[in-house]
């Protein structure tokens, strides 16, 4: 089993700045892929970005804005969301992909005032 923990969404202005982050813990060796996902209530789950061992991938809403990157020894994702605009609010999940199955983080808030 994989256990992810989401934490950094909150309040923000347009145009500023939140740094998301997902803590694995368990089974996390072997893990393919590290995603961080976005939903809004009625609406189908985005993927923002992904980070594999072969580089990172993008959402076109979001290229340029967002960056996604680990840090190894503590076994955190981070997802560093700039320029942010009032269609970035959502709640953000951190996804993880081991051996074909899914593991899902319980979501953060993420709020962009005009």
């Known amino acids: 089993q994989v256990q992810l923990v989401e934490s950094g969404g909150g309040l923000v202005q347009a145009g500023g700045s939140l740094r998301l982050s997902c803590v694995g813990s368990?089974?996390?060796?072997?893990?393919?892929?590290i995603s961080w996902y976005r939903q809004e209530p009625g609406k189908q789950r985005e993927l923002v970005a992904t980070?594999?061992?072969?580089?990172?991938n993008y959402a076109d809403s979001v290229k340029g804005r967002f960056t996604i990157f680990r840090d190894g020894a503590k076994n955190t994702v981070y997802l560093q969301m700039n320029s942010l605009k009032p269609e970035d609010t959502s709640v953000y999940y951190c996804?993880?992909?081991?051996?074909?199955?899914?593991?899902w983080g319980q979501g953060t808030q993420v709020t962009v005032s005009s």
């Open positions: 368990g089974i996390i060796y072997s893990i393919d892929a």
């Open positions: 980070i594999t061992s072969r580089g990172t």
């Open positions: 996804n993880a992909v081991r051996y074909g199955q899914f593991y």
